[in-house]
């Protein structure tokens, strides 16, 4: 019930293709649902997130599809470059103040020039 | 300072020694956590610390693992008797309150020869 199911685990799209990423949950008590992106060598850092309230969010080329009823979300990039190759991970945030940032475990992207 | 920062960068010891890595979060975050990257998978939560309290150790995976956080700033993890299954990228992240955004560093890569 604690995990996050990502898919798939790798990736290879052309400059200008979109990407999609998928991931999975169960527990309906998350309620908070970020996606990191991280670089060979550095931490992961915040790209986009959303809450459950909300079916979707867009910031510049990244869109989150949250589908509640069926527990899944996905990050979508538009028009994928090379310098968005990097590995993404899905999370969900439980409510509360127990609650920790259940990750998924990455896809490695590659955008192809 | 201007972000999390993590010592050292890379640490290499022999099997059966103690290590100690250092987490410098972001001045006037309250929240700390640490997380354990492993080659392939996914960011796996540690311990988290609320000021100098750690109300959640539920991830850390033996009583070899321990860490301690002090004048609500520095953290650091400490690793008794190291095995080569410790072998992983250890993650420190900061945040200003418990269920927003979570602020990476850059990881201390650790080798058990």
């Known amino acids: 019930q604690q995990q996050v199911k990502q898919s798939p685990q790798s990736l290879i799209v052309q400059k200008g293709g979109i990407s999609i990423i998928n991931c999975a949950y169960e527990n309906t008590a998350f309620d908070y649902f970020p996606w990191y992106q991280q670089f060979p060598g550095k931490g992961p850092a915040l790209l986009i997130a959303?809450?459950?309230?909300?079916s979707e969010k867009k910031e510049g080329r990244f869109t989150i599809s949250f589908n509640k009823s069926a527990k899944q979300f996905s990050l979508h990039i538009m028009d994928s470059q090379p310098g968005d190759s990097a590995t993404y991970f899905c999370?969900?945030?439980?409510?509360?103040?127990?609650?920790?940032?259940?990750f998924g475990k990455g896809t490695k992207l590659s955008v192809k020039p | 300072g201007a972000g999390v920062s993590q010592s050292p960068s890379n640490k290499v010891t022999e099997k059966g020694k103690d290590v100690e890595l250092r987490c410098d979060p972001i001045?006037?975050?309250?929240?700390l956590y640490w997380y354990r990257q492993s080659l392939g998978q996914g960011l796996e939560f540690l311990i988290y610390f609320q000021g100098n309290s750690a109300p959640d150790k539920s991830g850390l995976p033996s009583d070899r693992f321990s860490a301690e956080r002090t004048g609500g700033s520095v953290s650091t993890l400490t690793i008794q008797r190291t095995q080569q299954e410790d072998s992983a990228v250890y993650l420190c992240?900061?945040?200003?309150?418990?269920?927003?955004?979570?602020?990476f560093g850059p990881g201390t890569r650790l080798t058990v020869l």
């Open positions: 992240a900061s945040s200003s309150s418990r269920q927003v955004r979570q602020f």
């Open positions: 999370a969900a945030l439980y409510g509360g103040s127990q609650g920790n940032l259940i």
């Open positions: 959303i809450r459950p309230d909300v």
């Open positions: 001045s006037g975050h309250t929240a």
